[in-house]
């Protein structure tokens, strides 16, 4: 039986919710230990750092280490 991923959080414009943040924090000591962001949430742009929007507000990761999730229309 397949599951269902029911999202009720505002999503981007290819249908993609960014859900918490998998960067592996020890990884250079062999560990692994993340920082517990729970959901990515968008910096601010400013005129001088367009780029901000990619970066997460909670932990100050890249969106790319936020677990993905598709999410469709019904």
Known sequence: MARKIIVLR??????V????????HAAHLGLHAVDGCGEFMASAPSPNRPEAELTCAACGCHRDYHRMVAVEDY
């Open 10 to 15: 505002p999503r981007d414009e290819d249908g």
């Open 17 to 24: 919710v960014y859900m918490e943040c998998m960067k592996n």
